[in-house]
T-cell receptor, first 112, second 113 residues
Framework: DVKVTQSSRYLVKRTGEKVFLECVQD?????MFWYRQDPGLGLRLIYF???????EKGDIPEGYSVSREKKERFSLILESASTNQTSMYLC???????????FGEGSWLTVV | GDSVTQMEGPVTLSEEAFLTINCTYT??????LFWYVQYPGEGLQLLLK?????DKGSNKGFEATYRKETTSFHLEKGSVQVSDSAVYFC????????????FGPGTRLSVLP
């Protein structure tokens, strides 16, 4: 089975803190994604990566950055957390090609 | 651009009722189509998929048929259970690199005992 693991399920951070959300996949997938999920807004793509050190902006990249130093790991970084970044964050991965995307269990971030 | 439209929720049913959640899509070609399910507090899980016209995806008693002529991929189940209570997302992908997924807004299903 494909496993996408998000290191933190629940986090509470203060405004202005730097926040790291980590994601690891065990299937050697080329593509990795970070989504944000908010009530009434569905899933919105923040960034994705199609290879090590490669990244592309999604629909809502402002206030976020990402890092992919190893193929299996994709990190989402909030340089200076703000209260409007309180949300559920979902990591996902898949192979290149018209293929199923696999999600982690999500990270609930609260910024106070 | 490509888009997915799902029926508005929430949908509330009694146990053993028949379920249909409508999904239609707009795409310039022939995408692959998916249904994902999200149980409370969890990430999305693949429920079923179909990659070409007239394909039927099925899993756990759920079914959906890829209808090119009506650009639809409606989710059905003959007899729902309380454990089916979740949010259901219709999605499509239409590229050769697996990068451009389009998700519908999700439909919340509540099944009452």
């Amino acid at each position: 089975d494909v496993k996408v693991t998000q290191s933190s399920r629940y986090l509470v951070k203060r405004t202005g803190e730097k926040v790291f959300l980590e994601c690891v996949q065990d299937m050697d997938h080329e593509n990795m994604f970070w989504y944000r999920q908010d009530p009434g807004l569905g899933l919105r793509l923040i960034y994705f990566s199609y290879d090590v050190k490669m990244k592309e902006k999604g629909d809502i990249p402002e206030g976020y950055s990402v890092s992919r130093e190893k193929k299996e790991r994709f990190s989402l970084i909030l340089e200076s957390a703000s209260t409007n970044q309180t949300s559920m964050y979902l990591c996902a991965s898949n192979d290149q090609g018209w293929n199923t995307i696999y999600f982690g269990e999500g990270s609930w971030l609260t910024v106070v | 651009g490509d888009s997915v439209t799902q029926m508005e929720g929430p949908v509330t049913l009694s146990e053993e009722a028949f379920l249909t959640i409508n999904c239609t899509y707009t795409a310039t070609g022939y995408p692959s189509l998916f249904w994902y399910v999200q149980y409370p507090g969890e990430g999305l899980q693949l429920l079923l998929k179909a990659t070409k016209a007239d394909d039927k995806g099925s899993n756990k008693g759920f079914e959906a048929t890829y209808r090119k002529e009506t650009t639809s991929f409606h989710l059905e189940k003959g007899s729902v259970q309380v454990s089916d209570s979740a949010v259901y997302f219709c999605a499509l992908i239409f590229d050769n690199y697996g990068q451009n997924f389009v998700f519908g807004p999700g439909t919340r299903l509540s099944v009452l005992p």
